[in-house]
């Protein structure tokens, strides 16, 4: 199976700035990755796929970038409503793995 | 719109079956795969299973392998998961999910509300 890392575990951030959450995966998956973020009690959204293309409705100050091994999702400037968890998720092959998430607090 | 509408939830002693379903519409379920996905109280998002737009191929996780079983039904566009010999750490809220078009497996764009399901005696 295909382990993904997500670090840091948590993290705090004020209103306006920018974030980065970075993934890897235990072995290639090239670009077959997705991002979602997740509200408490809440379904996950999703906000990008194929590692960097945005899903429709996504605002463009999230991106993603990376293949092979290491991804990185990066929020351009920290809103009240991005305070949230992320996950990464490799879908290159089955079973589908998800990193542990990052938790992004109000500093 | 896509609208995926999970039911079948609830309390349930270990060892007892529970079915799960999932009511889909605004695209064509026909041709598409799907998962379910679930996620404890308070722990991250764990993938449970997948089954191909046709029911052809069925796809698990070793924790529920021989205990769960994915089938769909394209004429009423639902989808649905069997769970058996249930056990306490099967509780979690469950989500069914639909891919991006393509090829599986493939990026999961749209999400239920997810039903909860708690495994306790």
């Known amino acids: 199976d295909i382990q993904m890392t997500q670090s840091p575990s948590s993290l705090s951030a004020s209103v306006g700035d920018r974030v980065t959450i970075t993934c890897r995966a235990s072995q290639d998956i090239s670009n077959s990755l997705a991002w979602f973020q997740q509200k408490p009690g809440k379904a996950p959204k999703s906000l990008i796929y194929?590692?960097?293309s945005l899903q429709s409705g996504v605002p463009s100050k999230f991106s993603g970038s990376g293949s092979g091994t290491d991804f990185t999702l990066t929020i351009s400037s920290l809103q009240s409503e991005d305070f949230a968890t992320y996950y990464c998720q490799q879908y290159k092959s089955y079973p589908l793995t998800f990193g542990g998430g990052t938790k992004v607090e109000i500093k | 719109q896509v609208q995926l509408v999970e039911s079948g939830g609830g309390v349930v002693q270990p060892g007892r079956s529970l079915r799960l379903s999932c009511a889909a519409s605004g695209f064509i379920f026909s041709i598409y795969g799907m998962h379910w996905v679930r996620q404890a109280p308070g722990k991250g998002l764990e993938w449970v299973a997948a089954?191909?737009?046709?029911?052809?191929?069925?796809y698990y996780a070793d924790s529920v392998k021989g205990r769960f079983t994915i089938s769909r039904d394209n004429s009423k566009n639902t989808l649905y998961l069997q769970m058996n010999s249930l056990r306490p750490d099967d509780t979690a809220v469950y989500f069914c999910a639909k891919p991006v078009p393509g090829d599986p497996p493939q990026a999961i764009d749209y999400w239920g509300q997810g039903t909860l399901v708690t495994v306790s005696s």
């Open positions: 194929a590692a960097s």
């Open positions: 089954i191909l737009h046709d029911g052809s191929l069925k």
